[in-house]
Structure formats: C-alpha cells, structure tokens
C-alpha cells in the first residue's frame, strides 16, 4: 500500500523560501513519476513540478526559475525546494505519486 506525507509547509514573507518533502512508503517509487501540485482556495487543483525516476523534471510556468523538484529515491522521498515566494502561491500543497496516489496535503501561506 503506498501511503504519502507531507511536511515542511508554513507561513512565510514574499521573497522568502520554503522546502517540502514527501516521503514515500510502499515497494516500487523509484520506477515512478512522482511530484507536487497545489490547490489555491477557489480555484482547481493544479501541476507544480515533477520528476521522473531518472530525474527530468517538468514544471508549470508560474513557478520555474523559482521552485526546484528533486527526489531522492533511496529514501523514498521527493522535494521541492520554493525560492523567491509570492502571495500566489499560498495554497495546500500535495505530493502525488504515479498513478494516482496522494498525500493529505500541507499548507503553504506568503504574506505580502
């Protein structure tokens, strides 16, 4: 069974960063996609980055050259690293995992 946890979400000023993690349990995550998707209240669940087994990376336009993706699949774990921090990008956060596994999400909050 896999199963996902978050941390590392917050409260923070624009302009600073933030670094989630994601660790993974269960056989298998390093054969898989795995990455980050944000839901800001209102609006619908969107992509923010992933990675995949070998380390290509993708990312939504908002947030490249500012967030960086990783993984690290000897600890089952995948990140991401959030630069230069804007008040739109306060949302809860959850790590996904292909195909079709989520974790509970964790809240990340930029005040201006």
């Known amino acids: 069974q896999v199963q996902l946890v978050e941390s590392g979400g917050g409260l923070v000023q624009a302009g600073g960063s933030l670094r989630l993690s994601c660790a993974a349990s269960?056989?298998?995550?390093?054969?898989?996609?795995a990455g980050w998707y944000r839901q800001a209240p209102g609006k619908q669940r969107e992509l923010v980055a992933t990675?995949?087994?070998?380390?290509?990376?993708n990312y939504a336009d908002s947030v490249k050259g500012r967030f960086t993706v990783s993984r690290d699949n000897g600890k089952n774990t995948v990140y991401l690293q959030m630069n230069n921090l804007k008040p739109e990008d306060t949302a809860v956060y959850y790590c996904?995992?292909?195909?079709?596994?989520w974790g509970q999400g964790t809240q990340v909050t930029v005040s201006s």
């Open positions: 996904w995992r292909a195909t079709g596994y």
């Open positions: 269960g056989s298998g995550f390093r054969l898989y996609v």
């Open positions: 990675v995949s087994w070998s380390g290509n990376t």
